[in-house]
């Protein structure tokens, strides 16, 4: 990222998180499925993906580890 550049934005209280996407590479998939991506989809998507992290996290804590799993997804 360019310094000054502050496109991603990080976790605040309520507010955005960090984007964890790469944009390019999921308009590649959803271009590849015949349909088009709307402006908003790599937010959605990045907050999909922070939410399933953040469940992961929980089950590996809950089951004693601090490693988290692909089980745990």
């Known amino acids: 990222m ?11 209280k ?3 998180r960090e984007i964890l996407i790469v ?5 590649d998939v959803v271009k590849a ?4 991506s ?6 959605a998507l990045s907050q999909k993906v ?3 992290l953040a469940s992961a996290t929980e089950r590996a804590k809950g ?4 490693t988290v799993r692909p089980y745990d997804l």
Request: net charge positive.
């Open 2 to 12: 360019a310094k000054g550049n502050k496109t991603a934005k990080k976790a605040g």
């Open 14 to 16: 309520g507010g955005s």
């Open 23 to 27: 944009g390019s590479k999921m308009k």
């Open 33 to 36: 499925a015949g349909c088009m």
């Open 38 to 43: 709307s402006g908003d989809l790599i937010e």
């Open 50 to 52: 922070h939410d399933i």
């Open 63 to 66: 089951n004693g580890r601090s």
